[in-house]
């Protein structure tokens, strides 16, 4: 059983690029979400995306978006790069969308982003 | 806003010692709290988690505890083993929230061999 896969696992751009990432959530997970780690910070919210649709945001700016897929696998997309976008972005899933509370998130191994 | 503190920030251990992270926070209506470990550059993986009803949960050597009321949770590693070494950390989730998880900095473990 594939646990949560995400591409590319590194990325070296530039300011003002724009840059996709991607993620393959946990077999029988259909909730995925996005986190953004700063070197020897813990993981800070971005969004979630539940049924194809943005259902919780972080405090993030409009140039972080995203989207989920029928397959339940998601995008993470960031315009206008700045320095401070340099982090590890980690997804992670897990199935419903946590109302009942008792759901485990699986991670994945993130995706490590540069910005020159 | 949710805060959480892990304390102490790094610890450093000979193996074979048994050692307990501690983790605070500020709101204590949370509905689940999540431990998990991270290797340098790594992701994240679950160790244990304890849901709403529960007050502990053990897997192997971990035992992790959580007391609502106070806003603490304690992970304890027994028989530490250098293959320990990373960091943790512990994420509290609340209610209506959609599984968004809180992290604090974690605390950052090196096992001595």
């Known amino acids: 059983d594939a646990g949560v896969t995400q591409s590319p696992t590194h990325l070296i751009k530039t300011r003002g690029q724009q840059v996709t990432l991607r993620c393959s959530p946990k077999s029988g997970h259909d909730t995925v979400s996005w986190y953004q780690q700063a070197l020897g910070q813990g993981p800070q919210f971005i969004f979630q995306?539940?049924?194809?649709?943005e259902r919780q945001r972080g405090n993030f700016p409009d140039r972080f978006s995203g989207h989920q897929f029928p397959n339940y696998s998601s995008e993470l997309n960031v315009n206008a790069l700045l320095l401070g976008d340099s982090a590890l972005y980690l997804c992670?899933?897990?199935w419903g969308t946590g109302w009942s509370g008792d759901n485990e998130q699986f991670f994945g191994p993130g995706t490590r982003l540069t910005v020159l | 806003k949710q805060e959480v503190t892990q304390i102490p920030a790094a610890l450093s251990v000979p193996e074979g010692e048994n050692l307990v992270l501690n983790c605070s926070f500020t709101d204590s209506a949370i509905y689940n709290l999540q431990w998990f470990r991270q290797d340098p550059g790594k992701g994240l993986t679950s160790l244990l988690l304890?849901?709403?009803?529960?007050r502990e949960q053990t897997s192997g050597r971990l035992n992790a505890s959580l007391d609502k009321s106070s806003g603490r949770s304690t992970l304890y590693i027994a028989a530490s083993q250098p293959g320990d070494s990373a960091t943790y950390l512990c994420?509290?989730?609340?209610?209506?929230?959609?599984?968004?998880?809180?992290f604090g900095t974690g605390t950052s473990l090196t096992v001595i061999p």
């Open positions: 994420a509290p989730e609340y209610p209506n929230t959609g599984n968004q998880f809180y």
């Open positions: 992670a899933s897990s």
């Open positions: 304890i849901q709403s009803s529960q």
């Open positions: 995306y539940y049924e194809e649709e």
